[in-house]
């Protein structure tokens, strides 16, 4: 049959047949009882819509079909995906968001194939944006700027929670993270700007609080033990369910709030302090002191002013060694001179 032999299709009939399509498609995601898509389904679907577009004018719709594959996506979530959404809070609207993106997500992938002649030649001639980009931004404009608040807020109170002991689901904070990511669509700026500002901000408050008090509480081998521990379990985090981007950021503001902040008052606490730790050849927690700050601009700093005041008498080799930040195996002979603190630092 040639194109001139083949039956015109009205838009308001061949829309009806999509429609039935697009409803078949929308009960399987809602998990109603419903057959799978067929390879005669899927073929009778594309084909309506390849006839519709390649009608002789007026009877081309290709430009009605374009409006309407975006306005199946509104219905669909206006009608379902948002109220199911908004009745929901915490945790649990946390697993209804990462149920619906990734709904969202295969229905975006089956109804670019039903259309898929719109993509390869109308949307090309037009310079429009392909039908997968035009699915994934109404579920952005409509449910991520709704929910984005709701959800980095539900995110960052797990965290805290996890923070301060609490087992928390990790893969749902992955899978939630990977909206936050996958919704720029290549750009990281929904990410930094809709979650990690925030969680950032959080983390320093918390670790400001802590420090507030183990400053007072703690001696200084067993705050930085507590330091160690948290900088670990942040880059943890990181690991399982944060972007890779912000492990620098997460742990400057640790590093920041628990020994930048606090660094000459802990040094100098009168029986534990730097001083203590040399006097007392405390080399396992001079030589956590020496990981601890030297990750930190010019956290060195203090410690060489504290390790000049001490007299060479009241210290040895491998307590020097190690608060200078030289190996074992290189701390100079009898015949040898010693580098200067100065020198070193």
């Not at 409509?142 to 923070?163: C, H, M, P, T, W």
């Not at 290549?186 to 990690?196: A, H, Q, R, S, W």
């Not at 390790?307 to 608060?323: D, G, M, R, W, Y």
């Not at 701390?331 to 603190?341: C, F, G, V």
Request: aromatic share 10%; proline share 5%.
């Amino acid at each position: 049959m040639t194109m001139n032999d083949r039956k015109t299709i009205d838009l308001e009939q061949g829309w009806e047949f999509m429609e039935k399509g697009i409803t078949k498609l929308k009960n399987i995601l809602e998990g109603r009882p419903e057959p799978q898509f067929s390879s005669e389904d899927y073929m009778m679907l594309y084909t309506t819509i390849y006839n519709m577009c390649t009608q002789k004018p007026p009877h081309d719709y290709s430009q009605q079909l374009y409006d309407k594959y975006k306005e199946a996506f509104e219905e669909y979530i206006t009608s379902s995906v948002l109220p199911s959404l908004r009745e929901k809070h915490d945790e649990f609207m946390l697993r209804e968001l990462v149920k619906r993106w990734g709904n969202h997500k295969v229905m975006v992938r089956w109804l670019s194939r039903f259309f898929y002649y719109l993509d390869r030649y109308f949307i090309a001639r037009r310079s429009l944006p392909p039908l997968n980009e035009v699915g994934l931004m109404c579920f952005r404009e409509l449910v991520y700027q709704e929910l984005k608040i709701n959800a980095r807020d539900a995110v960052i109170s797990l965290i805290d929670n996890e923070r301060e002991g609490e087992q928390i689901d990790r893969a749902l904070l992955k899978n939630v993270l990977d909206i936050f990511v996958e919704i720029g669509m290549g750009l990281m700026e929904d990410y930094e700007n809709d979650f990690e500002e925030a969680m950032l901000k959080d983390t320093a408050a918390y670790y400001s609080r802590k420090a507030s008090s183990w400053i007072l509480e703690d001696s200084c081998p067993d705050y930085m033990l507590k330091a160690e521990e948290c900088l670990k379990r942040e880059k943890d985090r990181v690991s399982h369910y944060l972007h890779s981007s912000s492990e620098p950021k997460l742990l400057e503001k640790v590093q920041h709030e628990l020994l930048s902040v606090y660094a000459n008052q802990l040094l100098e606490k009168e029986h534990s302090g730097c001083h203590a730790l040399l006097r007392d050849d405390k080399v396992e927690d001079l030589s956590r002191m020496f990981r601890l700050f030297s990750k930190i601009p010019k956290g060195l700093d203090p410690v060489a002013g504290m390790f000049k005041q001490v007299h060479p008498k009241e210290t040895t080799p491998i307590a020097a060694s190690l608060i200078l930040g030289v190996s074992w195996r290189y701390i100079p002979s009898a015949k040898t001179k010693p580098p200067s603190p100065a020198s070193e630092l």
